[in-house]
């Protein structure tokens, strides 16, 4: 008899699923495409089918025992349901308030709400900004590849470093360490082309790909004097790192909720780092590597073209007939 599909369950699909490179790096490209071409919830609402999609997907080729439900059409409080786990999928830029409902007949009662599903909190960017990298003899600020500048141009300032680095447990091991010395700025894509770290890193792309992230050093003028960190192991702190947090449902009890026009069951945003705390203590987090985004496409996914493409199937179908 198999073990019951639970949250621990589900984290475990999440972490096998952003391992492999066909599965992170569309959903990494996804989170800029739709932010830089469509509003806020309607960029929302997207990253989330496209989630859920992804997630049908990966269980249809990698793990085909498992059932992927959706609410029937006006349900309220999940958005999915794994073997019947029901979640509900929330998405952000940074981390915010969120909505534990959207239904307005659900009033809190003495300004508290429970909540029967758990939340699947996706997060795309590190807080802060800044994280600190840390040796035995070094502390230095770093920032990641995908948050250094806006999306039309990444370059390497002066002296600034660029550390290619793969996440083992809490720690980082630094694969590479880079200097520009010769320009005043120099486009990542020159400076790092991503045929170069394809082919470096094949193998830790095809069987770990959501191990990989690249930060910059932040430029001072004592970066200068500091050694090359190829092949050290280094802390780098950020209060959070983006990814998959699952808040499970027996932690959203009694919870202190806000209101507004939209929703009296907003999850205040501290309560939702307190829940985003315990799920990384109880090892229901997901982390999803960001420096893709500085070498995939501006455009969003062609939604029209895979409908196309099926229609197409389709009329050969029929005129074979």
């Known amino acids: ?32 495409q739709f932010r830089d071409h469509y509003y806020g919830l309607t960029s929302a609402a997207l990253l989330e089918y496209f989630f859920i999609d992804m997630l049908s997907n990966y269980f249809t080729h990698y793990d085909g025992f498992r059932n992927v439900d959706l609410p029937p059409h006006g349900a309220k409080g999940w958005d999915y349901a794994v073997d019947g786990l029901r979640v509900s999928h929330k998405v952000g830029e940074d981390i915010s308030e969120i909505s534990g409902l959207w239904d307005a007949t659900k009033k809190p009662i003495n300004g508290m709400m429970s909540f029967d599903d758990s939340i699947v909190y996706s ?43 793969r996440r083992e447990n809490k720690k980082w091991l630094v694969l590479e360490d880079r200097i520009n ?44 004097k500091i050694p090359n960190l190829a092949g050290e192991e280094v802390e780098i702190d950020f209060k959070f790192l983006p990814g998959l947090y699952l808040l499970k449902e027996d932690s ?15 999850i205040p945003r501290e309560t939702v780092k307190e829940k985003m705390n315990l799920a ?20 969003p996914p062609n939604l029209y073209l895979a409908q196309k493409q099926e229609y197409e199937k389709f009329f050969e179908t029929v005129q074979r007939k």
């Open 1 to 32: 008899m198999e073990d019951e599909f639970n949250e621990v369950s589900l984290t475990v699909a999440f972490q096998n699923m952003l391992s492999k490179p066909d599965y992170i790096f569309p959903f990494v490209s996804a989170q800029r």
């Open 123 to 165: 997060v795309s960017q590190y807080k802060n900004k800044l994280g600190l990298l840390t040796t035995k003899n070094l502390e230095a600020q770093v920032v990641s590849l995908a948050q250094c500048q806006n999306y039309s141009k990444y370059t390497v300032k002066f002296q600034q470093r660029l550390l290619i680095t």
């Open 181 to 224: 010395l010769t320009d005043p700025e120099i486009e990542v894509s020159d400076f790092l082309p991503f045929k170069e770290i394809q082919r470096n890193y094949q193998e830790l792309i095809i069987n770990k790909a959501n191990d990989l992230e690249i930060f910059l050093l932040k430029p001072t003028i004592a970066n200068s």
């Open 252 to 266: 959203l009890k009694d919870i202190v909720v806000t209101g507004n026009n939209r929703s009296e069951s907003l």
């Open 280 to 299: 990384v203590q109880n090892d229901l987090f997901t982390f999803m590597p960001t420096w893709f985004t500085a070498y995939s496409a501006s455009r």
